[in-house]
């Protein structure tokens, strides 16, 4: 069942065994595993019930709609933007199904340094497969490569690099080309058309527009959580809810789950609620062709290198996607005439991004004044040399598979008219707002680990300090996870509750 806040009036209570806030990566698996167990649970979720009927391919109104403060979030200082999913199914329903499992090697940091346990490779295997099969995960079809994605793969090959089609979690994809503003076809299999329509089959309650405000806990136990009940159009309050519920799990991202800790003052003892959070600053970069390339036709994002993967080759990931006019036009010099002419050639256009891998060194705090999330985040020295070497490699892989021109990501724009003018990068300030970065993984921010004075939750997810509060989102890293995380969020979500479930009187009587 599901209801929508605007349907309601006034203030409910409702019992529940399992409430779940927030429906995306981490949220949608969690709550699935529960209601196939039969137990009765509660998905509240801050965004709308959007289905592809609503997605009018119309990318500023989608943005608008589907992403959180309408695709206007950002680091404190303005200088990257930190793009999430605001919507039933949350980020998944926007983002561009590259699924890579957790990496060895990170996995075992976790062990290794911070103490988490019966998370090792093996270990996940089982979760890994369910997680592929319930989305799809599969290797690109040859009709799902378009030419920008070919293109950057070429241009690997041609330097010796590593460089292939990533997997996705497509069906029978259509290559529309709309991914990042919501699949019409539901060919994109999200948390939306996947996780949640099966939680609602096993008799999970779904309660759009609630946005929850604070967990409630009782003598070191957990005992429900309060939400808000919000018109999604107009904004306006219709009420409250309060749910009552054995267990509360929080999948509300790495933003906002920090957030409703530090509202509720709750989970805190380690002073780490908010803080450890890393962004995989993700720095882009534009080949221009003198073919026509349409790189906004077809699946936008599709091939990825991990050349420079291994910290000691570089620390970052290399991966093509289409920026769209609007992140493209960030690039571009020029005002007026200038600019209308560069971006006339938009067709010959081609983008790729790095996904840098980064410590922990940022923080969310909710500032109840400005009413929302305070976002702090500056790159180490390390984290900045590692950007400026991906922005080398970006601009010479584009001149390998033939680029013309490449726009770099300085606001201050740098055209490079060849491989022999890479130096011309070394030349740039690397400070905030002086080079072009956006985040589309936020992790870490109510970190795992063995250690109740340096971690949020244990290893099983729940919180050191109130029983039978769990988070089971992106904030559970302990540190970043160097890939696209979505399958390792839904991962964790399934191993979670698969771990709650084997210990069902524990936490059930
Ligand atoms: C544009 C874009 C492209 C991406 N591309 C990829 C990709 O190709 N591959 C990949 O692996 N990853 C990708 N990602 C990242 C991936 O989708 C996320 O890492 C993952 O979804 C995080 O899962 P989560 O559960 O932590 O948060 P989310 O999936 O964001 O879910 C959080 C949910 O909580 C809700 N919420 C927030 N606050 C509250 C509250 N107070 N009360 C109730 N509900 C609340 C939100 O509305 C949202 O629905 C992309 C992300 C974006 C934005």
Redesign the pocket.
């Known amino acids: 069942m599901i209801f929508d806040a605007k349907d309601i009036s006034g203030n409910i209570t409702l019992e529940a065994d399992v409430v779940v806030?927030?429906?995306?990566?981490?949220?949608?698996p969690f709550a699935y595993k529960m209601a196939q167990a039969g137990k009765r649970v509660i998905i509240?979720?801050?965004?709308g019930y959007n289905t592809s009927k609503e997605f009018t391919e119309n990318e500023a109104e989608m943005v608008n709609k589907l992403?959180?403060a309408g695709g206007g979030q950002s680091t404190e200082d303005g200088s990257i933007g930190i793009?999430?999913?605001?919507?039933?199914?949350?980020?998944?329903?926007?983002?561009?199904?590259?699924?890579?499992p957790p990496p060895d090697q990170v996995l075992h940091k976790w062990a290794n340094e911070h103490g988490v346990t019966g998370m090792g490779p093996g270990d996940l295997q089982p979760a890994l497969r369910e997680v592929e099969e319930i989305i799809n995960v599969h290797d690109a079809l040859p009709h799902e490569i378009n030419r920008a994605n070919r293109l950057f793969i070429e241009g690997c090959h041609n330097l010796g690099w590593q460089g292939a089609p990533?997997r996705?979690n497509t069906k029978e994809c259509l290559a529309t080309g709309f991914c990042?503003a919501g699949c019409a076809y539901d060919r994109k299999r999200s948390?939306l058309v996947t996780y949640i329509p099966l939680a609602l089959e096993y008799g999970a309650t779904l309660y759009c527009g609630?946005?929850?405000?604070r967990v409630l806990a009782n003598n070191g136990k957990v005992s429900g959580v309060v939400?808000q009940l919000r018109d999604g159009k107009s904004g306006k309050l219709c009420g409250t809810i309060e749910v009552n519920a054995k267990i509360v799990a929080l999948?509300?991202?790495?933003?906002?789950?920090p957030?409703?800790l530090q509202r509720s003052s709750l989970a805190n003892s380690s002073g780490m609620v908010g803080r450890n959070l890393a962004i995989h600053p993700a720095a882009p970069m534009v080949g221009l062709f003198e073919e026509k390339i349409y790189a906004w036709r077809g699946s936008v994002?599709g091939g990825y290198s991990d050349e420079f993967a291994a910290d000691d080759r570089g620390g970052y990931l290399l991966?093509s996607?289409s920026l769209g006019p609007a992140l493209t036009g960030m690039l571009v010099p020029g005002f007026g005439r200038e600019f209308q002419d560069w971006m006339a050639l938009y067709p010959h256009m081609a983008s790729c991004n790095s996904i840098v891998h980064d410590p922990g060194v940022g923080e969310v705090r909710y500032d109840s004044g400005k009413g929302r999330a305070v976002i702090n985040y500056r790159p180490t020295e390390e984290t900045y040399s590692r950007i400026k070497d991906s922005i080398k490699r970006m601009a010479q892989l584009w001149f390998a598979a033939g680029a013309q021109k490449v726009f770099a990501p300085f606001t201050e724009p740098l055209v490079l008219e060849g491989p022999e003018q890479l130096n011309r990068i070394d030349e740039r300030p690397m400070l905030p707002n002086s080079v072009i970065l956006n985040s589309?993984?936020?992790?870490g921010t109510a970190k795992m680990g063995s250690d109740p004075t340096s971690s949020v939750i244990a290893s099983n997810g729940e919180s050191h300090d109130i029983e039978n509060l769990f988070v089971?989102?992106?904030?559970s890293f302990p540190t970043s996870i160097e890939?696209?995380?979505?399958?390792?969020?839904?991962m964790l979500?399934t191993h979670f509750a698969q771990g709650i479930l084997a210990e069902s009187s524990r936490y059930f009587s």
């Open positions: 806030v927030g429906s995306g990566a981490g949220g949608g509240l979720e801050a965004g992403y959180a793009y999430q999913g605001q919507t039933t199914g949350g980020s998944t329903v926007v983002n561009g199904m590259m699924c890579f990533a996705r990042l948390v609630a946005r929850v405000d939400a999948a509300a991202g790495s933003i906002q789950t957030c409703i994002c991966e996607g589309y993984h936020p992790q089971v989102d992106a904030s890939v696209n995380p979505q399958i390792t969020t839904m979500g």
